[in-house]
């Protein structure tokens, strides 16, 4: 049977790219040099991204069993100038991680090129299954097992599956197979249809490959409702093997354990999620009563609370004076799914946010790559990771982190404008400038957040005029009133209009809003001693958020960061020296 995959020319990862062929490293188009044997340890590493490599492996590799080397000492040095040339650091590794008396990892996302420049990496799209029950009231039940064979293929490591947002844009599509994987950049898709009777399921899917457009494999399954999650879990391995992807341990591991279901929790469960995945308030109030529903009747379902968990972060971005709350609420869905289950990766990046929000920043860390762990293809997890380290000012590890998300959800809105304001906090306008007109296109609703961005990016430019054009225009249709005035009163300040910039902060009503905005005023006015207080008092009220939470990062306060006071602000915020 035909695989996805050809044989791999290139490497590329974060801004480096290896030549395997030649055995040349280059950093943004700059050659490194590095030894023969260091690049073949890399090839290993890198070829096996996310996967423990031996020492014994390397050693095998490298030298035969008659060499007569130090092979402890060789190694040890082959690692340490790979560091060397990544500027990678043993104690905090973005690259090479060392499992001690096991092996190396690399840590990092990693994209492979054959000799004509396609990817290596299997790819597919699992298309909405189609509800053949005649009901449009069961599609719920359809979207679910869409939902689910993404989740479950997207924990084989050396698979990329786009996300759900991605996919059910497609749902009712016309669209051919040709089309929808030259729109997402894959290799394969994979259709099925789903009919629910009494308690069976009956499932077809079938994986169809293009260049050239051929069916590689269709299968059958009829299954009793308990046993769907197992259901899910072999239509995975059987995708898996059709494309020949070699799963490791560790992919073996994530697709292991699991379980019957208690057929109205789940249900229950699928309901709530349907309604949570659409991301409104009006969902999101129902998506509580499914959860609890799904709870309620079986109190040892793992993936209810998780959900539920996650339902309590969205309810808190509509519900801002009750975001204490939930989010207390949240954590506690999040320990109680993780006691039941602890291989639930969304349970570990809604605790990480939870966490991020108490700016505990290495406990968030840890959740998030456990997250990553266990879901490798999870886009959530990847992108509010690398919104951690915009925060923490580790731009390249963002940068590739939030790639990583885009090529698994590449027509998510949300992903999209996360992307997007990585590029504000990496200071690099002129991208961030017309990347927001591409998102406009996306979504005309957001004509005045285009407007506000642009004027954002005029300010730190220095086109003053033109900035406080963009920012009065967003402000009238702006749904953020008091984030576009604030920016707009920051324009003012920098511009040297000091009165008019005071004039527009009376203009904002919230709080925390007014606290941080007067912080940005005295900022572009230069007048530090009152800067700094309103900083302080904006980091006591934590909020905005998440706007004071990435002080550290945020351009508009650059002009304060050689003051002693501002490592003092960010030790009140708990950042590490």
Known sequence: MASLAPLLSRIHFGAFDLDVASGELQKSGIPIKLRRQAIEVLIMLTNRAGQVVTREEIRERLWSNDTFVDFERSINFCINQIRGALGDDAEKPRYVETLPRRGYRFLAPVENEDAAGASTEASIAVLPFTNLSGDPAQDYFADGMTEALITELGKISALRVISRQSIMQYKGTNKSAQQITQELNVEGIVEGSVLRVGDRVRTTAQLIAVRPERHLWANSYDRELRDVLELENEMARAVAKEIKVALTPEDEARLRGTRTVNPPAHEAYLQGRYFLDRRTKAGVDKALGYFQRAIELDPTYASAYASLAEMFLVQGLYDPTHQMELLAKSQA???????????????????????????????????????????????????????????????????????????????????????????????????????????????????????????????????????????????????????????????????????EALKMLDQVEDTPWRTFGAALVHTGLGESDEAFRSLQGAIELRAPWPFVSLLKQDPRFDSLRQDPRFQDLLSLMSFPQ
């Open 333 to 499: 869905a999040s320990l109680k799914a993780l006691e039941l289950d602890d291989r639930l990766s969304t349970a570990h990046y809604t605790l990480a946010a939870q966490r991020l929000r108490v700016w505990n920043w290495s406990g968030c860390e840890v959740e998030y790559r456990r997250a990553i762990e266990l879901n490798p293809g999870d886009a959530t997890a990847h992108a509010w990771y690398a919104n951690l380290l915009i925060t923490m000012g580790r731009m390249s590890e963002a940068e590739v982190e939030m790639q990583r998300a885009q090529d698994l959800d590449p027509l998510s809105l949300e992903v999209y404008g996360a992307a997007t304001a990585f590029l504000w906090y990496a200071r690099r306008y002129d991208e961030l400038i017309s990347r927001c007109r591409e998102w406009v296109a996306r979504d005309p609703n957001l004509e005045w957040y285009y407007h506000h961005t642009r004027g954002a990016a005029y300010v730190q430019m220095g086109r003053h005029q033109e900035a406080t054009t963009e920012l009065r225009i967003a402000l009238k249709s702006s749904t953020l009133h008091d984030h576009t005035a604030t920016e707009l009163a920051n324009a003012l300040a920098v511009a040297g209009k000091r009165e």
